[in-house]
């Protein structure tokens, strides 16, 4: 079995984990947004980027990636890197990363524990993997290798899931937990896609928070999610459910202040119904984490 007292930082170049930075309140950047958040709305305190969508040579991507770095903190959310493929890693989309990571100085890096692609074709989708220990080595090489390159640690994300596998040996939250202590990377915890997994597998949503190591949980997703053949689907289209704010608090306090985004990628709202659902985020989250401090 994994043993993660045998893969500590030093033996694979990444200083000691340094204590948790917390951001506040931000939002995943869109396109319909860009003049909003150009204003500086007081809202946000900081962006999520598609990687992909600025690794260009030049252009308005660039234009706009440079505008808001004046304006917000950053982080970077991939979702091509296909950490758990069967393939090699494209070292080139790396190579990508590192140069748009040189220039928006984001506080993190992520993208999401599964693989987007079989036999050499992009499926334009997030798989889950089985959860084995073949499964787990196979991912910590990787994550290792990605780190390495980058010079840093990235924040995997966990992804909703509609199918399980019969070979599959421990739970979601033990070979997330696994991976993250032995590859020594940082986990991005996303809210909804625990609920959407929990209603649609059967498991309690709590049990996945409570599996995980505390430390390193670095960013919260929040979410919307539609239904469809007696499955939920983590759709991003919708406003966040009443069951997931009360996750959210779940989470808050087990793992404290930690980072926290409304995610949102298609039925776009006008820009104050997006800050307002913001703000249910952060009265939430002051209201929780200062009951926890008292």
């Known amino acids: ?48 980027l598609l990687s992909e969508n600025y690794m260009v040579p030049g252009g308005k991507p660039l234009h706009v990636l440079d505008a808001m770095a004046e304006r917000y903190p950053l982080v970077l959310h991939g979702v091509s890197m296909s950490i758990g493929g069967t393939e ?5 989309y790396l190579a990508r ?21 079989a036999g050499g074709n992009n499926l334009h989708d997030l798989y889950p993997l089985p959860y084995t220990e073949e499964a787990l080595r196979h991912v910590v090489a990787r994550v290792r290798q990605v780190q390495d390159f980058l010079g840093r640690r990235i924040l995997l994300e966990n992804v909703s899931s509609y199918l399980s596998y019969r070979q599959s040996s421990m739970s979601e939250w ?42 390193r949980v670095w960013q919260f997703h929040l979410a919307g999610h539609s239904e469809a053949d007696g499955f939920l689907v983590d759709t991003h289209d919708q406003p966040v459910r009443a069951e997931v704010w009360d996750l959210y608090q779940t989470a808050l306090r087990h793992f404290g202040a930690v980072s926290t985004m409304i995610e949102r990628d298609d039925n776009f709202p006008e820009f104050a119904e997006l800050a307002e659902e913001l703000q ?7 209201a929780v984490l200062s009951r926890e401090a008292a």
Not at 182 to 201: G, K, P, Q, T, Y
């Open 88 to 92: 090699p890693l494209d070292l080139a």
């Open 174 to 215: 033990q070979f997330l937990s696994a991976i993250a202590e032995e590859a020594d990377c940082l986990l991005l915890l996303d809210i909804n896609n625990v609920f959407v997994s929990a209603v649609n597998h059967g498991f309690k949503p709590e049990d996945f928070l409570h599996g995980l190591p505390p430390e």
């Open 280 to 286: 249910t985020a952060r009265r939430l989250g002051e």
């Open 1 to 48: 079995m994994h043993n993660p007292a045998m893969h500590n930082s030093a033996m694979h170049g990444l200083a000691p984990i340094e204590p948790r930075p917390f951001l506040g309140y931000g939002l995943g950047l869109r396109p319909c947004y860009f003049d909003d958040l150009l204003k500086g709305e007081a809202a946000v305190d900081w962006l999520e």
């Open 97 to 117: 990363l590192k140069t748009l990571a040189e220039r928006a100085r984001p506080r993190w890096i992520s993208d999401h524990l599964c693989f987007t692609g």
